[in-house]
């Protein structure tokens, strides 16, 4: 069912360094792009979002790049800190669809 | 509370019983939706609500799955005949339908598990 590719499955960050997850897409139609953060035994949490008439969204340490042409997005969070040791999970929908599809998700940790 | 509450936490059931499940969505939020997320993978659409009105079944919804939103309130997901096979979490959202903007807010999950 998943039309969203993740990778890295996990990825291991120093405290201070840069954290980049990367997605691809097939569905051409998708127009909303948000990236999720979980936590365990906790629900998604909305991080970030992204529509395509744009190449980059930041906010605060987070931003997401943007490649339409690629079918391609990716979340860097720089700064990374413990705190962000988390699941995170990007995800793709059309606006007026209501089967978001998610990636597998990557699982972070940021060693102190 | 401005959250998406979900009930109960925490459900172990025998295979072959009933279980049923609550959300209570944002106050405003015209949408709702039910997806199940197992280890490891991100969460997989089940169904939404529009209001009252149950708009789009993922085929992932076997007929052992029903979900109601009776007042365009608060929803229930029942699963009888349950099987082993889900175990799961059970997460509920809820958005705010309108133009140029559809943000998804998640509860905190159901955990099933199936003995």
């Known amino acids: 069912q998943q039309q969203v590719k993740q990778s890295p499955q996990s990825l291991i960050v120093q405290k201070g360094g840069i954290s980049i997850i990367n997605c691809a897409y097939e569905n051409t139609a998708f127009d909303y792009f948000p990236w999720y953060q979980q936590f365990p035994g906790k629900g998604p949490a909305l991080l970030i979002a992204?529509?395509?008439?744009?190449s980059e969204k930041k906010e605060g340490r987070f931003t997401i790049s943007f490649n339409k042409s690629a079918k391609q997005f990716s979340l860097h969070i720089m700064d990374s800190q413990p705190g962000d040791s988390a699941t995170y999970f990007c995800a793709a929908t059309e606006t007026n669809n209501n089967d978001m599809r998610f990636g597998a998700g990557t699982r972070l940790t940021v060693k102190p | 509370d401005t959250g998406v509450s979900q009930d109960p936490r925490h459900k172990i059931t025998k295979r072959g019983q009933n279980v049923t499940f609550r959300c209570d969505p944002i106050s405003e939020h015209n949408r709702l939706y039910w997806y199940r997320q197992t280890l490891g993978q991100g969460p997989e659409f089940l169904t939404y609500f529009q209001n009252e009105a149950q708009l789009e079944k993922s085929r992932l919804l076997s007929d052992r799955f029903s979900a109601e939103r009776p007042k365009g309130s608060f929803s229930t997901l029942e699963i009888q005949r349950t099987e082993q096979g889900d175990s799961a979490m059970y997460l509920c959202?809820?958005?705010?339908?309108?133009?140029?903007?559809?943000?998804?807010?998640f509860g905190p999950g159901t955990r099933l598990l199936v003995l």
């Open positions: 959202a809820s958005s705010l339908a309108r133009t140029g903007k559809e943000t998804q807010y």
């Open positions: 992204i529509r395509p008439d744009v």
